[in-house]
């Protein structure tokens, strides 16, 4: 199910809440599919056997929530993909916050490109007052969920967090606009917060970026053009689709679809260093170091990608898996887990709502990868 934004701004607060969840529940469910698939090749360096014994338990373990797709990669091929059922391998499934992986990858050709500058501030016209110390907030630190702006990504209940107002209530004509207008909380670059309206702000800039256009439509026209031309196409993501606010600003934080295998090649473009199966250099290598480099606030984050290290505030799993090892997150349970060192990319997608069951959910993925050698 994809869930357009369109209809989502004209929600109340209580249908806006309820459609977060029903997203939750129900995306990908659109297309179904007669027969669960479960593949697991047979000449893969581990065995077949083991690799369903590390793959069962996270469809067939509640304790886990609910598994929808897993996908195992390794230098490039395909070795093991099972679906529950109702999801198959042309099932779009949605992001959550893997998006903003993807909007660092777009963030990053356009750094390569001489549009944006890494370390410049970042021009809002909302910052732009006099005086006003939002002005000197730079690209690095939105990235790296440093910015400083008061947002709240998780409220309770749910209604008073920034996240969801931005998403599905008050901020849903134009969540770049609601991101940019927040205060702010801590001075630029003194602490991690991370926040979804960074990501926003973000979208907002790239397509500033590319027209001047205020036009919704012509807005949303020039930025699909740009991530069909420079990434959709060059790295073999058919399946890639954004959505859009009422604004036309892509909803780069959090909302965006591709197939299981589609997630799975583009973790295997980051795993490549930014260069495609064809061998053509899609994204620079400098950025792959940038994005996977520990930032100054949290050595378990870098440019919008998640890093296995110690840290209070990790996402993935330290000390279970190789410290090498960097991802996109989702809410709920979605990852994309890359490990250079073992040439392997492992896509899940699921719903864990419970932090538990999360946990649950990164100790299974650790053990399947620790399969591998390193």
Request: charged share 20%; proline share 7%.
């Amino acid at each position: 199910m994809q869930i357009d934004s369109r209809i989502v701004k004209r929600l109340g607060a209580g249908a806006g809440i309820l459609a977060l969840v029903v997203a939750g529940a129900l995306a990908g469910r659109a297309q179904q599919t007669p027969d669960p698939v479960y593949n697991v090749a047979s000449d893969a360096i581990v065995s077949a056997s083991a690799l369903r014994g590390a793959i069962d338990p996270l469809f067939d373990d509640k304790s886990m929530g609910q598994t929808r797709a897993l996908l195992v990669m390794r230098d490039g091929k395909v070795i093991a993909e099972r679906y529950a059922p109702g999801f198959g391998p042309d099932t779009k499934l949605l992001s959550w916050s893997m998006a903003k992986t993807v909007t660092s990858v777009l963030v990053g050709l356009m750094v390569s490109d001489g549009r944006l500058a890494l370390d410049a501030p970042v021009p809002v016209d909302a910052w732009r007052q006099p005086g006003d110390p939002r002005g000197q907030i730079t690209l690095r630190q939105l990235l790296t969920m440093s910015s400083g702006l008061d947002h709240v990504e998780d409220g309770d209940p749910l209604p008073h967090g920034d996240t969801v107002r931005m998403l599905f209530t008050d901020g849903a004509q134009d969540m770049a606009a609601y991101a940019e207008s927040k205060p702010l909380a801590q001075a630029p670059g003194a602490a991690f917060a991370y926040s979804t309206g960074s990501s926003m702000i973000l979208s907002d800039l790239m397509t500033r970026m590319l027209t001047n256009s205020p036009h919704p439509d012509v807005r949303r026209r020039a930025m699909q053009m740009f991530i069909d031309g420079r990434l959709k196409a060059p790295g073999n993501l058919p399946s890639l689709t954004p959505e859009y606010d009422a604004n036309g600003t892509m909803i780069g934080g959090s909302i965006l679809h591709m197939t299981a295998r589609d997630y799975g090649r583009f973790g295997d473009l980051l795993r490549r260093r930014g260069r495609s199966p064809s061998g053509h250099q899609i994204l620079p290598e400098k950025w792959i170091d940038l994005m996977t480099t520990p930032s100054a606030r949290n050595a378990a984050y870098g440019l919008h990608v998640w890093l296995n290290r110690d840290s209070s505030e990790s996402a993935l799993m330290p000390g279970q898996a190789p410290a090498s090892l960097f991802g996109c997150v989702g809410h709920n349970g979605q990852y994309v887990l890359i490990s250079p060192s073992q040439r392997l990319t492992v896509v899940r997608i699921g719903m864990s709502p419970d932090k538990d069951q999360r946990r649950a959910v990164r100790g299974a993925l650790a053990k399947l990868i620790g399969l591998f050698p390193g």
